[in-house]
């Protein structure tokens, strides 16, 4: 046995090196799912501090969505958009300068006896779907007996169950359009690179399941563009579909997306498909979504004869401009374009005070389009992908852009322009950055190193976001932590103080740890393994197709 091993201690036995190389592989992969656990791990510890941390309903539209759910925990229905009023009980929440002092939410809701202000809550314009899960929440944690700061946390954690598989989806998006580990587990960490969407995720809203069901949907296209063509896949993608359009109008963009991506998918890998083929293989999925998703939009079509009927006419009624003035269309861009790229960052609080630095969210900005814009659409293989992958933000920007202008000639208000509504196609941002800086970066090394950059950039904003939102209310925006700051916190959280400081260390630890295993991922995958394709597709796109 001594001539099986050679001098330095290589074996000589036939196959051991390519044991040898599958037990580094197997090691290799190992890493890549432990760096993406951890980063899972420590966005879940950040979402639990956001949703700890931000006052009570000072997230946007936070008393309007938490007024809804509380409606319908009590039996109040879905009215029509405009007829819906907001609880007494809870504008009184909302608005106490102590919260501390407020009863419960039970005996609130009997003081006032149910009743209701004149201010009216827009979100009727919206399907129910979100609210009555919400009020399914509300009955479980026996709201009525809770804390009105309580109960909304509550809500709060469960839309942080809603986007805690974010990066876990975009690290298999970018895994299947890339191939390259680095890549992928990089493109887990950029979901954190937004302090924003843990934010909205973490708070009440109806834009949480939008962003999951919306990034499920993306990533079951991406396979579907990449050769995956079995049954149970297409099937899935229109279910994703029909589910995310369930909560929101900000999903309805998917519809296209999805429907360019079975177009593009059914092309077959020389793309001789017939059309008559391609576009049947396109419309019966679409048609399945439909069945699930689309009932409420008929519905509004037929009774409101709109898409989506306006829940903000009351609150912002039509006005013309004043005399001898007009819309300005270089206002309007200014408006818009600083507005979502501020809003989709940082900017929080109720009304959107709390304000990252415009260094951060501009220079993010301008670095993640301009790369997408520059090298994400060349003349190679794989470029089928990215202009599919784009096609789901730029139906947003339409859309929103379309919808924005409308307001603004009626009410003269440049309104509807968040950054939030960009989140349903975060997962496609990500892929689309995976691409472009891919092929900005040529080299190996230099992949590794901007890997690591965005990774450790990310993991630091996503703990920083937290302690900036503690510090611009407790601190006076001054990024320090003092008694007296903390006994501020522990005046407005529902959650105690001592557990807050170690969710934010123990997201710190996590997140380093996270880093620091990632640099070990390799950038490419191992030697001989299948390309990200399905194997059992024998017409499943060749890989040097959708490596990027």
């Known amino acids: 046995m001594a001539t099986e091993v050679a001098q330095g201690g290589t074996s000589t036995v036939p196959g051991a090196r390519g044991s040898a190389a599958e037990t580094g592989h197997v ?53 029509d958009p405009g007829h819906l009023h907001v609880l007494e009980a809870v504008d009184q929440a909302a608005s106490a300068e102590d919260p501390s002092s407020l009863p419960t939410m039970g005996d609130l809701l009997q003081q006032t006896g149910a009743g209701q202000v004149d201010t009216v809550d827009q979100m009727t314009q919206h399907p129910p779907t979100y609210y009555v899960l919400a009020a399914g929440v509300l009955h479980l944690v026996h709201f009525e007996s809770l804390h009105p700061s309580a109960a909304l946390f509550a809500v709060r954690l469960l839309g942080a169950l809603f986007v805690l598989p974010l990066p876990a989806l975009a690290w298999a998006t970018v895994r299947r359009v890339t191939r390259s580990p680095k890549a992928a587990v990089t493109g887990a960490f950029a979901v954190l690179a937004v302090p924003q969407l843990a934010s909205i995720g973490a708070s009440v809203s109806n834009d949480a399941p939008v962003m999951l069901f919306a990034a499920t949907t993306v990533w079951l296209a991406v396979r579907v563009l990449t050769g995956d063509r079995r049954l149970r896949t297409t099937v899935a993608l229109a279910v994703s579909l029909g589910v995310a359009i369930l909560w929101k109008g900000t999903a309805l963009p998917l519809i296209p997306f999805v429907g ?96 990252i630095s415009p260094v951060v969210f501009e220079t993010a900005t301008v670095l993640a389009l301009g790369a997408i814009l520059v090298w994400a659409f060349r003349r190679v293989p794989g470029l089928r992908v990215a202009i599919a992958l784009a096609v789901l933000p730029a139906t947003i920007l339409v859309m929103q852009t379309a919808n924005s202008w409308g307001s603004y000639l009626s009410t003269t208000f440049v309104g509807a322009t968040q950054g939030r509504y960009y989140f349903p196609a975060m997962v496609a941002f990500i892929a689309l950055s995976a691409i472009a800086w891919r092929r900005a970066f040529g080299s190996s090394t230099g992949r590794r190193r901007a890997a690591l950059v965005v990774s450790a950039l990310s993991a630091a904003l996503a703990v920083y976001g937290v302690l900036f939102v503690y510090a611009s209310f407790a601190e006076h925006s001054r990024v320090r932590v003092t008694p007296r700051g903390l006994d ?30 990632s640099v070990r991922v390799p950038s490419a995958p191992a030697p001989g393994t299948a390309p990200a394709t399905t194997q059992a597709s024998p017409s499943s796109t060749p890989a040097s197709e959708v490596h990027a």
């Open 27 to 79: 090691r290799a992969r190992r890493r890549e799912v432990v760096v993406v656990a951890a980063v899972t791990a420590g966005f879940a510890l950040v979402l639990f501090l956001w949703a700890a941390v931000v006052p009570a309903f000072q997230a946007p539209d936070e008393r309007a969505h938490f007024d809804a759910a509380v409606h319908v925990a009590i039996g109040d229905g879905w009215p």
């Open 260 to 355: 360019v991506a079975l177009f593009l998918g059914a092309a077959g890998t020389a793309g001789r498909t017939g059309v008559g083929t391609r576009v049947v293989r396109t419309l019966w999925p679409l048609a399945l979504a439909a069945v699930i998703g689309a009932w409420w939009w008929l519905r509004n079509l037929v009774v409101f004869h709109t898409l989506q009927p306006n829940g903000f006419e009351s609150l912002r009624p039509p006005k013309p401009f004043p005399a001898g003035t007009g819309p300005d269309p270089v206002q309007f861009a200014n408006v818009s374009w600083s507005t979502i790229a501020r809003t989709f960052w940082g900017s929080f609080g109720g009304r959107a005070q709390w304000i």
């Open 488 to 517: 501020l916190l522990d005046a407005s959280s529902p959650v105690a103080v001592p557990l807050i400081v170690a969710s934010w260390l123990a997201a710190l630890v996590v997140l380093a740890a996270a880093v620091v295993v």
